[in-house]
């Protein structure tokens, strides 16, 4: 069994915390709106920016990635689960994908796909090391790399 661990990208937790940004101000302005005192509403801001960080922090410190003989196994903080190695049928280095299942935590990953209409968005480390041993495995396994092309 091979463990992977994510790429960890900083700009893409700096992203989501840019992206509650707004929503933080909007739960401040709703409680002062409210009447409530301004005490009270910072608190009610505080608590929802620590439950968020918090939860960011899981996904981010605790996505990993594992080969065995048969399977992809992905855990992203509450998000786990499996792919079964022998159905994958193409694998796209060097990209995004924005929406979908999605157990990464920075941009330029993977893109697995698997059985007929099924995707997934994994960030290891080692992108090309990393389809090197999903390919021993499976070598039908069809690799997109853009970085080797010679153009």
Avoid: W
Avoid at 119 to 147: G, T, W
């Amino acid at each position: 069994m091979q463990i992977f661990k994510a790429k960890r990208d900083y700009k893409t937790f700096l992203d989501i915390c840019l992206y509650l940004s707004p929503a933080i101000l909007i739960i401040f302005v709703v409680s002062y709106v409210r009447q409530q005192p301004m005490l009270e509403a910072l608190y009610a801001s505080l608590c929802t920016i620590g439950l968020c960080l918090g939860l960011i922090s899981i996904f981010y410190f605790t996505t990993r990635y594992t080969v065995d003989d048969s399977y992809l196994h992905y855990r992203s903080g509450f998000i786990f689960g499996k792919v079964e190695i022998a159905k994958i049928h193409k694998i796209e280095l060097y990209k995004t994908l924005y929406v979908g299942m999605r157990p990464a935590t920075s941009k330029n990953g993977i893109i697995i796909y698997y059985n007929k209409y099924d995707e997934i968005y994994i960030s290891p480390e080692d992108n090309e090391e990393f389809a090197a041993a999903l390919s021993i495995i499976n070598p039908s396994i069809e690799v997109i790399n853009p970085k080797s092309k010679k153009g």
